[in-house]
């Protein structure tokens, strides 16, 4: 019987990854894969069979139990198999059920950490998520309920909402409603970590117009303190639609 490793691919190219995630991922048998990963990663398991087990927002339950089967399958016919996930897999990553599946059918795992999303939008937009004084804790939430309502509070200095691309207008009504003021700084970030990755700015009252900017593209949306942006910053990205939206500035 084989083993699963769970690697973080990070949240964009290829080069991402940790040195330790490529160095296992070279001795794949079989890769299963999410669809927000780099096809360029195949190019350290190219003779690995590698299996698109995508998927976006919540699965339905058939969706996850077609994967853990499959993790389970795969590890009693292959010496290693590993699962290949977007970001972090610790973070939205559906861990815990897969981890779960594996343990009860007695196969050995190992997770290697990846980038995740959040700290990928801190590095495109040379915002620091914690600030010295202002920015003394972070939370990573995620809008969306199981039911598929927007929840969201007040429970940290930065908040990074993933999974809230379709909501933006009620994930703004939220954080209002929840206390945060309509001038607080809200920065959404598209495709962090890729070379086309996008950035604007908005107050929260002004969020909704991220939208269409970003629309059908992956997006966390950092509010408050983290979302604020350095004195005397240059603008970090070049991309020419990022361009156009600076002069419709908030
Ligand atoms: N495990 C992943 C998150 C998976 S949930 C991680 O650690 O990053 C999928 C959500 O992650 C998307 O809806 C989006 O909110 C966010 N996301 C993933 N990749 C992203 C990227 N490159 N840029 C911005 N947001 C991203």
Not at 106 to 129: D, N
Request: proline residues 5%; hydrophobic residues 45%.
């Amino acid at each position: 019987m084989g083993h699963v490793i769970f690697i973080g691919a990070g949240p964009g190219a290829a080069d991402l990854i940790t040195l330790r995630g490529a160095r296992l991922l070279a001795t794949a048998d079989v890769v299963l894969f999410d669809a927000l990963t780099d096809p360029g990663l195949r190019q350290f398991a190219p003779n690995a069979r590698w299996v698109n087990v995508g998927k976006r927002g919540f699965a339905d339950s058939t969706g996850q139990a077609t994967i853990n089967a499959l993790l389970i399958k795969n590890a009693n016919e292959a010496d290693v198999v590993v699962r290949l996930k977007g970001g972090d897999p610790s973070v939205f990553g559906r861990l815990e059920e897969e981890l779960e599946a594996l343990a009860q059918a007695g196969i050995a795992c190992e997770v290697v950490p990846g980038v995740t999303a959040a700290i990928a939008a801190a590095a495109a937009t040379q915002r620091p998520l914690t600030r010295r004084g202002a920015g003394r804790s972070v939370s990573l939430a995620t809008a969306m309920t199981r039911e598929g309502s927007v929840h969201a509070s007040r429970s940290a200095d930065t908040e990074v909402f993933y999974m809230a691309g379709r909501q933006l207008a009620a994930l703004s009504r939220r954080l209002l409603a929840a206390g945060w003021p309509g001038d607080t700084p809200a920065s959404v970030v598209s495709r962090a970590g890729w070379p086309d990755q996008l950035h604007s700015d908005h107050s929260l009252t002004q969020l909704a117009q991220a939208s269409v900017l970003h629309a059908g593209r992956p997006m966390v949306v950092v509010v408050g303190a983290g979302a604020k942006p350095l004195d005397d910053a240059p603008a970090a990205l070049t991309d020419t639609r990022h361009a156009a939206l600076q002069k419709s500035k908030p």
